[in-house]
């Protein structure tokens, strides 16, 4: 009986040292991403909105956002955003003509994405008036 609490309390102790503390960042879009769909030139402004949330215990800082061409453009928060409060991050695309394929990288002291870094996906396509 005695090896059996001590094993118990040994693996209640270890799932403890498991159990991640910090700031944790959960976006709103399925999949991280945003489909734009089949959307008219002259019709959208191409303005998106990530929203998440800190499920964390600690305030969530998000240090960079980074687009993989100059055609999209991100703004991040500028302050902290505090633990079950939530965020936005907005993306401009500049509405070029064709198929939607871009990802943005969003850097943070998140501990639920390795490195706190989380890619974010908008995908769709620009069709002419």
Do not use: H, W
């Amino acid at each position: 009986m005695k090896k059996i609490i001590t094993l118990i309390a040994i693996v209640f102790v270890s799932c403890l040292g498991f159990a991640q503390s910090g700031a944790k960042i959960d976006f709103a879009a399925k999949d991280n991403t945003i489909d734009y769909g089949k959307i008219s030139k002259g019709n959208d402004n191409g303005i998106r909105i990530f929203e998440f949330t800190n499920t964390g215990d600690a305030p969530l800082i998000i240090t960079n956002v980074l687009s993989t061409c100059g055609c999209t453009v991100p703004t991040k928060p500028e302050g902290p955003i505090m633990p079950g409060k939530t965020g936005k991050i907005e993306i401009k695309y500049n509405m070029t003509l064709g198929p939607i394929r871009k990802t943005i990288t969003v850097e943070s002291n998140a501990v639920n994405y390795e490195d706190g870094r989380v890619a974010l996906k908008i995908k769709g396509e620009v069709i002419a008036n």
